[in-house]
Each structure stands twice: as structure tokens, then as C-alpha cells.
């Protein structure tokens, strides 16, 4: 499941052009008061203004490199505060073989670094924003999460790994959406998931908007 173009709703604009061009050191593009493009490796991410009494904000996992956590955590650590979970700021997942950063930017979205060393993808040199490969994972809040899952399985994807009625990831290593029911907390994080839109399109399957 690649994920080539993910849309997201803010209502801070301008901090988010600043924290992911100036902050993070990334490139955005076509930038205007109505939308800004973030490349995020082989994904677009695109940012949109809305209206609402509550800022949106979304969970969003990028891939990097298997050989390169301890390097994107340094980078990572240089420019933001990361997030913790009790006395750590980094996780492992025996299930995924794979270790994990989080932080959050300034409208609360909780962006996630990941590096699944089942994926051949090691790099060769210093970690850099060159070295976030693509957006992997995306959150989608609901109030029934086995729906969801059944609806995402009947246009060809699947599930990976344990399912339950709070939590389901549904795709494959390469790209996931991350099902989890309204309220529950997320990982790293004292948020709690809510229902925003944002639309994705996956190659092979095409465009869903969510929300």
C-alpha cells in the first residue's frame, strides 16, 4: 500500500509552513494562503485551511531508513521536543520489528519516524530530511473500527497484524492506516483520537476521502 498524496485540514497555516520548511529543514511547495505542499519523500502531504472551533489534528508515521533510528532520533532531537511515554522517548514493537519516534508540530498533529527492519532500504550516509522515504502510516478515527475495516478490505486492502474493535492497522509494511475508535488515547500522546477529514490516495486503489 503506497501512499502518494495525503490532504490534512489546519487552521494554523503559517506555523506548520514554518515548523516543516524552517524547523524541519523540509521542502514546501506551491505554498499560498489556500494550501502548501510538504514532500515527504515519495508522498505529497498537502495542508488545507478550515473553519472549526477546534483545530484537526491527525496521526501520521514517516518511513526512514533500518540502519538509521539512532541517527533520525539525534536529528529529530535537534529541532523538536520529542514525545514520551513514561520514561522514554522511543519505542520498539517486537510484532512489527520496527523502533519508533514521536513529536508533535505545532497544530498537535503527532508525526511518527519509523524504521521497519523487515525493509531492506538501508542508506549509506549521514541522516537528512533526503532520508524520509514516505508517509506509511496515516490515523483514521472512527466510531466503529471493524466497519471501517471491512469497508478498507472490500477495495483490496488488508489487515495486518491483530485486530481488534479500538485498534486495526489495515494495508502492509509499506503503507497502513491506523483504525482506532473516537477517545482512545493515542500512543505517545495524552490526545485522544477525534474524527477529522482528510483524504489519501493510494496507488492502484485511487482516492478516499475520510471524514
Known sequence: MMIEELQLYTTRMEDLKHFYRDTLGMEVSNATDQAFNLQVGGTKMIFKPCETDREPFYHVAWSIPTNRFKEAKQWAAS?????REGDRDETYSTNWNS????F????????????????????????????????????LVTD???????????????????????????GDVHGLFIVVKKDRTWFFSKQKAKIYPLEVFIRGVGKLRIG
Open 99 to 102: 523502533h519508533s519516534l514521536y
Open 79 to 83: 529541532r523538536v521536543v520529542l514525545s
Open 144 to 170: 466503529d473500527v471493524l466497519s471501517v475495516v471491512n469497508e478498507l478490505q472490500q477495495i483490496g486492502l488488508t489487515r495486518w497484524g491483530e485486530v481488534s474493535d479500538t485498534f486495526a492497522p489495515v
Open 104 to 139: 508533535e508540530d505545532p497544530a498537535g498533529n503527532i508525526i511518527e519516524l519509523i524504521a521497519h527492519h523487515r525493509i531492506q532500504n538501508e542508506s549509506d550516509h549521514e541522516f537528512s530530511t533526503q532520508d524520509i522515504l514516505q508517509v506509511c502510516e496515516v490515523g
